[in-house]
C-alpha cells in the first residue's frame, strides 16, 4: 500500500473527510488520520487495518489500554494517548446527548452508557437515581470487579436513591464478554433488590445489563423488559 502522501490529492482520507464528510470514510481510514504517519514500508491506513486484525473491532480495540497500545510497533506513546483520547471524546459525547432527555428504558440506558462501559476491561455497577418524570439526577459507581454479594450490597445502592431522593433508579452493570445475558447471581441479586426497594416505596425501573451486540445476542439485557420486574 502506497503512503498516504503518495496517494492522489483527491484519495487521501483527509481530503476526502474534507470534501465529503467523516461519514464517507471507512473506519481504519479515520483511524489513520488520528495515527497520522506510518513506518518504514507501512503506511497509517495499513497500521489501522493491522490494528484491527489484531483487535478485530472497534470495540475490542477501544478497550486496550494506552500502555498496551504503545507497545505495538508504530504507535508508542504518543499515538496510544491520540486514540484513547478519541475514544474518550466519544464516549463523552454519547452520554452527554444521551443525559438530555429523559431515561425510559433500556435502550436510553445504552445509549446513555454503552459507549463508555464497553471500553472497561472488568464489571462496574452503575446506579441512575431519577425523578419521577424519570430525568437524570445523578450516576454513581457502586462496585467496579468481579461483581457477587460480597463486592455489592443493596444498602450501597438505596443509600445513593435516598440521598438524591430519587422516585426511581435503575441498576446497570456491564459484561466485559460481551454477552448480556443474566448470571443466576443477577438474577438472584436483582430480586432482592425488588423486594427490597417495595418496602423502601422507591420504584426499581430496570436493571440494565450492557454488552455488545453481536450476531448471537444483543447488545442489552433488561430485565424489565424480560419480565423480571
Given at each position: 500500500m502506497p503512503k498516504i502522501m503518495e496517494m492522489p490529492g483527491e484519495e487521501?482520507?483527509?481530503?476526502?473527510?474534507?470534501?465529503?464528510?467523516a461519514a464517507s470514510l471507512r473506519t481504519a481510514e479515520l483511524l489513520a488520520i488520528l495515527l497520522r504517519t506510518g513506518i518504514q514500508g507501512k503506511s497509517a491506513i495499513a497500521l489501522a487495518d493491522e490494528l484491527f486484525v489484531k483487535y478485530s473491532s472497534l470495540n475490542e480495540l477501544c478497550r486496550a489500554s494506552a500502555h498496551e497500545l504503545a507497545k505495538i510497533k508504530g504507535l508508542g506513546p504518543t499515538k496510544a494517548i491520540q486514540l484513547k483520547a478519541a475514544f474518550e471524546l466519544g464516549a463523552r459525547l454519547a452520554k452527554t446527548q444521551a443525559s438530555q432527555h429523559p431515561v425510559e428504558c433500556a435502550e436510553d440506558v445504552l445509549q446513555l452508557l454503552g459507549e463508555e462501559l464497553r471500553q472497561l476491561p472488568c464489571e462496574t455497577m452503575r446506579i441512575l437515581t431519577l425523578t419521577?418524570?424519570?430525568?437524570?439526577?445523578a450516576m454513581e459507581q457502586i462496585s467496579s470487579g468481579i461483581l457477587n454479594e460480597t463486592?455489592?450490597?443493596?444498602?450501597?445502592?438505596?443509600?445513593?436513591a435516598i440521598a438524591h431522593n430519587a422516585a426511581y433508579f435503575i441498576l446497570v452493570h456491564n459484561h466485559p464478554s460481551?454477552?448480556?445475558?443474566?448470571s443466576q447471581a443477577d438474577i438472584a441479586f436483582?430480586?432482592?433488590l425488588r423486594e427490597a426497594a417495595k418496602l423502601m416505596q422507591i420504584n426499581f425501573q430496570d436493571h440494565v445489563i450492557l454488552g455488545v451486540e453481536s450476531t448471537a445476542h444483543p447488545a442489552y439485557f433488561s430485565f424489565r423488559e424480560n419480565g423480571y420486574l
Open positions: 487521501r482520507p483527509r481530503e476526502r473527510l474534507w470534501r465529503h464528510g419521577a418524570k424519570l430525568r437524570l439526577i463486592t455489592v450490597h443493596p444498602r450501597e445502592i438505596f443509600r445513593a460481551g454477552d448480556p445475558s443474566p436483582t430480586a432482592q
